[in-house]
């Protein structure tokens, strides 16, 4: 199975970027699609974006298109999520999911997951 593991996350202020990484190991990041999902505080964990296996389809959820961009280079087994323009809302533990089918934007579709890492818009 594969291990997925964030990075990337920190305080950012209202406006700014950062751009997330999600690595693969133990399997070759190209046999997975890839999702990112975030939970705020008091929140359900959500949808954010998804990516198929070999990069052509990416899907994003309203709230984040035309701010973020999904991509990934499986020669580097690495997954990535740039944020920009990032506000407020934004703020959440954002984790990546792999799995081994077409991409999905259903968390429960995913079976293989990151531990997260915490991004904090201040405004």
């Known amino acids: 199975q594969v291990q997925l593991v964030e990075s990337g996350g920190g305080l950012v202020q209202a406006g700014g970027s950062l751009r997330l990484p999600c690595a693969a190991f133990?399997?070759?990041?190209?046999?997975?699609?890839i999702g990112w999902f975030r939970q705020a505080p008091g929140k359900e964990r959500e949808f954010v974006a998804h990516i198929s296996r070999s990069g052509i389809s990416t899907y994003y959820a309203d709230s984040v298109k035309g701010r973020f961009t999904i991509s990934r280079d499986n020669a580097k087994n690495t997954a990535y999520l740039q944020m920009n323009s990032l506000n407020s809302e934004d703020t959440a533990v954002y984790y990546c999911?792999?799995?081994?089918?077409?991409?999905?934007?259903?968390?429960?579709?995913?079976?293989?997951w990151g531990q997260g890492t915490q991004v904090t818009v201040s405004s």
């Open positions: 133990g399997r070759t990041l190209s046999s997975y699609a």
């Open positions: 999911a792999a799995r081994g089918g077409l991409a999905s934007l259903r968390q429960y579709d995913y079976s293989y």
